[in-house]
């Protein structure tokens, strides 16, 4: 099992920056690939970005060049920087995590709202 925690969201305005942390326990030597997905009611879950073991990240396409992830593999935690944030933006941010084994972990997420 793996459990994930996210934190870091909260109310920001149009423009400005964010950093959401996801610390991961249990059995993180199973873990292959992290990422973040957004969620707004009633609409998809969107990928936001990914990262792997060995560094390889992946964007959305609307968050290209504005967001960064990273991983701290020694503190076993994923963050997100956010930067020029847009009030479409504003969802509830959730945490993954993939094992080799192809085995899905979702955190309960954060809410993140941008003002405009």
């Known amino acids: 099992q793996v459990q994930l925690v996210e934190s870091g969201g909260d109310l920001v305005q149009a423009g400005g920056s964010l950093r959401l942390s996801c610390a991961a326990s249990?059995?993180?030597?199973?873990?292959?690939?992290m990422g973040w997905y957004r969620q707004v009611p009633g609409k998809q879950r969107e990928l936001v970005a990914t990262?792997?073991?060995?560094?390889?990240?992946n964007y959305g396409d609307s968050v290209k060049g504005r967001f960064t992830i990273s991983r701290d593999i020694a503190k076993n935690t994923m963050y997100l920087q956010m930067n020029s944030l847009k009030p479409e933006e504003t969802a509830v941010y959730s945490c993954?995590?993939?094992?080799?084994?192809?085995?899905?972990?979702w955190g309960r997420g954060t809410q993140v709202t941008i003002s405009s």
């Open positions: 993954n995590a993939r094992t080799y084994a192809g085995d899905y972990y």
């Open positions: 990262i792997t073991r060995d560094g390889r990240t």
């Open positions: 249990g059995s993180i030597w199973r873990i292959n690939i």
